[in-house]
């Protein structure tokens, strides 16, 4: 069936980075793009930028803009987001999603937490 | 960027009822507008896209309608799996997307 599948959760101290993987499953990986959203505690959803898997184009958003990274890699069918210098308020549950316009196949979440 | 608003931000209501949530955009967008849900712990689920397709495998209780800056998602006759929180998104500005900041539904 298709799916993604996102790495485990991770505790790292401000300042440091992170690097979320996301494997999908079951469609051509090519033929959409991969969003990254995360989702603060009790607060609502945040899109954090785009990557065309078939060319490698990406979009951030503004504030995320010099700090995030998104990569694919087309031979295992993986997208990444390399957040660096982390700051206690990029504790969150962070997504992966299909893009094809709308987001229609979620991967089940990693969550991050900042902490010294 | 263009900016979402979504009214109520919360409501209350009983199984059985018919529940309307509005979305609206800092500017037109077409009839580029999603609809998910999301239950407590668990990643969104599309409910509908192009502003009123039915995602595969949606209850047909759920409907969307509008278009331009004006989007409203109804639930026909409230389940008590419906209970959660729902966001719209805009698409128009794609790959660029704005979620709206969510309605939350709860049990009367």
């Known amino acids: 069936q298709v799916q993604l599948v996102q790495s485990g959760a991770e505790v790292k101290k401000p300042g440091a980075s992170v690097k979320v993987s996301c494997k999908a499953s079951g469609y051509t990986f090519t033929s959409y793009g991969i969003s990254w959203v995360r989702q603060a505690p009790g607060q609502g959803l945040e899109w954090m930028g785009w990557?065309?898997?078939?060319?490698?184009?990406?979009n951030y958003a503004q504030k995320l803009q010099g700090r995030v990274t998104m990569t694919t890699d087309t031979s295992t069918s993986t997208a990444y987001m390399e957040l660096r210098s982390l700051r206690s308020d990029d504790t969150a549950v962070y997504y992966c999603?299909?893009?094809?316009?709308?987001?229609?196949?979620w991967g089940q979440g990693t969550m991050v937490t900042v902490s010294s | 960027d263009i900016q979402l608003t979504q009214s109520p931000s919360f409501l209350s209501a009983s199984v059985g009822d018919r529940v309307t949530i509005t979305c609206r955009a800092s500017q037109g967008i077409s009839s580029y507008l999603a609809w998910y849900q999301q239950k407590p712990g668990k990643a969104p689920k599309l409910l509908i896209y192009?502003?009123?397709t039915l995602q595969s495998g949606v209850p047909s209780r759920f409907s969307g309608s509008g278009s331009g800056t004006e989007f409203t998602l109804t639930i026909s006759s409230l389940q008590p799996e419906d209970f959660a929180t729902y966001y719209c998104q805009q698409l128009n500005s794609y790959p660029r997307f704005t979620f709206g900041p969510g309605t939350k539904v709860d049990i009367k």
């Open positions: 990557i065309s898997a078939y060319n490698g184009n990406t």
């Open positions: 999603a299909r893009s094809f316009g709308a987001f229609d196949i």
């Open positions: 192009a502003a009123s």
